[in-house]
């Protein structure tokens, strides 16, 4: 699509560029099938699923029984090609489509496809155009129900999807957490007119009201007024102006508040009431400010009645006359507010546009069920949320002159909450929310670009044969610190902003350039090398009373989780001395009394009946996992405690994977007879978590682990690392007893927590009495 890069347009519309080049927004058209599209009044939203070809880090046991010397390394590591599922949704305007379907046609390879999904008014308009370019035949699918389908999609797969909009706060935009059970909620969808739709299950809608006043009569009305023919130029005339000087309000009337009836002065009591008896010239700015709050509110109210009458709390706005524009979302908010006292809240999806676009492919792709799987936001090819206020930052962009992509891959296994979750419909993963605290903000974004040289250096490091890899490297350098750049102007354009969004968001960069595991030989280094003290470390506990052995085994806990590299303060220290181990780190922790210090009381429950089943979530190769948790899974395994072993699916910096947990527990099984018999007996299992993160996000795991969680009447959850303890979970309540430790290893956090640099936190917890 060489046109596409600048395209002409007639002298009467605006000139804009493409602000990608065109192989970035069509991704992977060699592999595309099952396409559809969405053409409203002004935007196209074109969809298709892809297969994308990426390299995987896979280990592979040696066989021990002909190891040649002690010095072997105990796996070796590949790298291999894996094929998995990704979903494309692109919008651009409808100027553009002509161009956009030649760049489809010129580059699209599978000829299996022949049909495609089409869904909005603008698929008559477009449709034998469609049908000539890709030589696809147009099927139409009815709009409202691809819009629920899309609705529910979204609200299932992306965590911060919901957002409530607040004007003039330090973030504009508020996340919701998303319920574990997404239904019933109410649509309203405004277009031209308003539908109001209750949403019941998967399959189950009905249209319950609607109005004719929607966004088609402000752009009419609008134009009648003003003689503005552009939706977007109305709103920027609207932003811009005084609804008083055009509506008539209670002070005018009564000369102030209207006490009796609880009506305050400034409330509208006629929109567009001064204009009958005032004998001045309006402005454009004016007048279209007190149009867009009357039918604001004649929606809002319309919203409140229904939701009331239909008993429902959730309330999900979108259509073209919403589109992301503050003015619009500031007027419904306030409406829904003062008509509801404050009970209901005006809720907008971040991906409102796609939700036509993706209810349409969903409609095609029904044979190969895509609800069955879980999927996730890739943010390495994601546009994410973009402000539109024109004051906000100088970097902001125009929307309808933008490509905005939305990516999402199709995870390996079904993600679900854990079952031991207090409340899994208010649990919020993250400790400290970014997009609402600047300092903290600033602060995070500064140190993850001054480690980004480190990063690409590992990069370059795990892969020494391959002569691209410091190309790719540097790729991936640039595209992350465009994202960083991205966030530091729109922190909430991928949801709320926090610690593990931008550890994910730079994991998901790296996988994109091909860096699936740049920590692999320093884990395999580690491993080996704490597999030859494993047993000193046991044979020291077991001389030592209970007493002094509980303390040893805590403490060699922490000083393992200080062996990590995703910590610079430790990274700097590893890197620069080869002698730093086990030792080294216990005389780094910081002195009892620690900074949260519940091990008295852990103690004291020791002293009590052993628990039935203890969840442990696993953190660092090496150090951490060999002389840290196994002594610790030893002794909860001599007292009687089932102990079900938790480690990433896929890797995420030196954390330890499920495949490597399992080649690290045979070995060790060999070499002690606990673990061993442990495995035998079938009390001691290791699963997957279903995450491929440094932070724990306990609504989103494995189903595999959800089910042994309930099958084993799991009564202790243990949570170890910075990541999974302190960024995430800290404030996380279970219904059962949690153990949460970790070692501070930024300064930064730990004077924000009231500590200094290697503080412990230990936090023995309890669940609420009923």
Not at 157 to 171: C, G, Q, R, T
Not at 426 to 444: G, H, Q
Not at 513 to 518: E, S
Not at 578 to 599: H, I, N, T
Request: with cysteine; net charge negative.
């Amino acid at each position: 699509m060489a046109a596409c890069s600048r395209l002409e347009r007639s002298s009467h519309s605006m000139d804009k560029s493409i602000t990608l080049p065109p192989d970035e927004i069509f991704r992977n058209l060699e592999n595309a099938k099952r396409f559809a599209i969405d053409i409203g009044g002004s935007l196209t939203k074109l969809a298709y699923y892809s297969t994308v070809q990426h390299k995987v880090a896979k280990v592979r046991s040696f066989d021990h029984s002909v190891k040649e010397t002690e010095d072997d390394p105990l796996y070796e590591i590949s790298v291999q090609e894996e094929i998995t599922a990704r979903l494309h949704f692109i919008k651009f305007e409808n100027a553009y489509i002509e161009t956009c379907l030649d760049f489809i046609k010129d580059h699209l390879v599978n000829t299996e496809t022949k049909v495609i999904k089409a869904t909005g008014g603008g698929a008559y308009k477009f449709k034998d155009l469609i049908e000539k370019k890709l030589k696809l035949k147009v099927d139409k699918e009815d709009e409202m129900s691809c819009l629920i389908k899309g609705c529910n999609f979204v609200l299932k797969n992306i965590p911060h999807e919901a957002f409530v909009y607040v004007k003039h706060a330090d973030s504009e935009f508020r996340f919701q957490t998303t319920q574990p059970d997404i239904f019933p909620y109410l649509l309203i969808n405004i277009g031209s007119g308003v539908s109001i739709v209750k949403v019941e299950s998967e399959d189950k809608f009905e249209r319950i009201g609607g109005s004719s006043i929607g966004g088609g009569t402000f752009w009419g009305l609008g134009a009648l007024l003003t003689k503005t023919k552009r939706f977007d130029e109305l709103l920027q005339l609207a932003s811009r102006g005084q609804h008083t000087s055009v509506d008539m309000l209670v002070k005018d009337i009564y000369g102030g508040a209207y006490g009796t009836l609880g009506l305050t002065g400034d409330l509208i009591a006629s929109s567009f009431g001064k204009s009958a008896t005032t004998d001045k010239e309006f402005s454009k700015e004016d007048m279209a400010k007190s149009l867009l709050h009357m039918i604001s509110n004649d929606i809002g109210q319309l919203a409140c009645l229904y939701a009331k009458l239909h008993n429902l709390t959730r309330v999900y706005f979108g259509g073209f006359f919403i589109r992301g524009h503050p003015v619009t979302m500031h007027t419904i908010t306030y409406s829904i507010n003062f008509f509801t006292k404050g009970e209901v809240q005006a809720l907008f999806l971040r991906h409102e546009g796609y939700l036509g676009a993706i209810g349409a492919f969903l409609k095609g792709a029904e044979e190969d069920n895509p609800n069955q799987y879980s999927w996730g936001e890739n943010y390495a090819g994601s546009s994410g949320l973009m402000s539109v206020s024109p004051d906000l930052n100088p970097m902001q962009r125009a929307r309808s002159g933008t490509f905005d992509m939305l990516e999402m891959d199709r995870l390996e296994r079904q993600l679900v909450n854990l079952p031991l979750l207090q409340d899994a419909s208010s649990y919020i993963p993250d400790t400290m929310d970014l997009t609402e605290d600047a300092v903290a903000r600033e602060y995070w974004l500064y140190c993850f670009e001054e480690a980004l040289g480190g990063v690409v250096k590992r990069a370059i490091a795990s892969q020494p044969d391959l002569p691209q890899a410091k190309e790719r490297a540097e790729k991936f350098r640039q595209k992350y610190r465009h994202k960083l750049q991205t966030l530091r102007h729109q922190p909430f354009a991928y949801g709320s902003l926090t610690v593990r969004s931008l550890l994910d968001t730079r994991e998901h960069c790296l996988n994109e350039f091909n860096f699936p595991d740049p920590y692999s030989k320093i884990k395999q280094r580690e491993n080996d090398l704490a597999l030859k003290y494993f047993q000193k470390v046991v044979k020291s506990l077991e001389v030592l009373s209970w007493e002094e052995r509980q303390f040893a085994l805590v403490k060699g806990l922490l000083a393992g989780n200080v062996f990590d590299w995703g910590a610079k303060a430790v990274s700097d220290v590893l890197e620069s001395d080869a002698g730093f181990g086990f030792e080294e780190a216990k005389q780094k922790l910081q002195e009892r009394p620690w900074l949260v210090d519940s091990y008295n009381e852990w103690i004291e429950r020791l002293k009590g009946p052993p628990h039935k089943c203890a969840l442990f979530f696993v953190d660092n190769s090496g150090i951490d996992i060999i002389l840290g948790v196994f002594p610790f899974v030893r002794e909860l395994l001599c007292r009687g405690t089932e102990v079900v072993l938790a480690s990433n699916s896929g890797p995420a910096l030196n954390d330890v994977t499920y495949s490597e947990l399992q080649i690290l527990t045979e070995r060790i099984a060999a070499m002690d007879s606990v673990i061993q018999s442990g495995i035998k007996d079938d009390r001691l299992i290791l699963v997957q978590s279903g995450s491929s993160s440094p932070c724990l996000d306990l609504s989103r795991l494995d189903k595999g682990l959800s089910t042994v969680v309930r099958e084993r009447h799991t009564d202790l959850v243990i949570i170890e690392g910075m990541g999974r303890a302190i960024h995430t979970n800290y404030y996380a309540t279970l219904r059962c007893e949690s153990l949460k430790l970790a070692v501070i290893k930024n300064s930064w956090l730990a004077e924000r927590l009231g500590g200094k640099i290697f503080s412990v936190v230990f936090k023995f917890e309890q669940p609420p009495q009923s």
